[in-house]
């Protein structure tokens, strides 16, 4: 059937190109919600060291933050409302353990960038706890998550500390994504444990001497 406009002129359906639009759009949604399922990295890393110990592979925790309390208000006998804290010393790295007789010490970062990691991410007393680490035998590493593609890295400490030292020397900034293709050990997101990172500790061992 011929559908015409009143001035003549023949309608064409665009539904075909409406439908096209519609399942783009619905696959966007799709990555997005992949991408983004809710969990930071820290929760990944915190359920995955969980499974660590309850299956008695390694003893890896969050460390606490050094937080000195200054002011607190009580509104009832039963709660305390925290109003005033303060940092007391800069925080080293996010997680350390101990793992097949291997002192593991790491950091744990994101970024929304595609092509390359910013090392304004990483604070200089990290960079010097971690080399303190390495210089006693430990296992020093980070784990950088592109979280806009999805992907992990558990980048060894040399590599970052080559980046870093460049930077201070006025070189680049970052570290381009083809540095983690090529040069750290990409972890790919499983069931469980989410984020094995351990599974890669024996080559970033023999890199790294």
Request: zero cysteines.
């Amino acid at each position: 059937m011929v559908i015409r406009y009143p001035n003549g002129k023949q309608f064409k359906s665009n539904s075909n190109e409406m439908t096209e639009k519609k399942k783009r759009i619905i696959k966007k949604e799709k990555d997005i919600s992949f991408s983004n399922r809710g969990k930071t990295l820290e929760d990944e890393i915190n359920d995955t060291n969980i499974y660590y110990l309850n299956q008695q592979i390694a003893i890896i925790h969050k460390k606490p933050v050094p937080v000195q309390i200054v002011k607190v208000e009580y509104p009832s006998r039963s709660a305390a409302v925290i109003r005033e804290a303060y940092f007391r010393t800069p925080s080293t790295t996010d997680y350390n353990g101990v793992w097949n007789g291997y002192y593991i010490d790491f950091e744990a970062k994101e970024t929304e960038n595609r092509t390359s990691f910013p090392l304004k991410n990483v604070h200089q007393h990290q960079v010097t706890h971690m080399q303190q680490v390495t210089n006693q035998k430990g296992i020093a590493f980070t784990i950088v998550r592109f979280s806009s593609l999805d992907r992990y890295f558990v980048v060894p400490f040399n590599i970052l500390y080559e980046a870093w030292t460049t930077m201070e020397n006025g070189g680049r900034k970052s570290i381009p994504l083809n540095v983690f293709e090529t040069k750290t050990f990409e972890i790919k997101p499983g069931y469980n444990p989410k984020i094995d990172y351990l599974s890669v500790m024996t080559n970033l061992i023999v890199n790294e001497e």
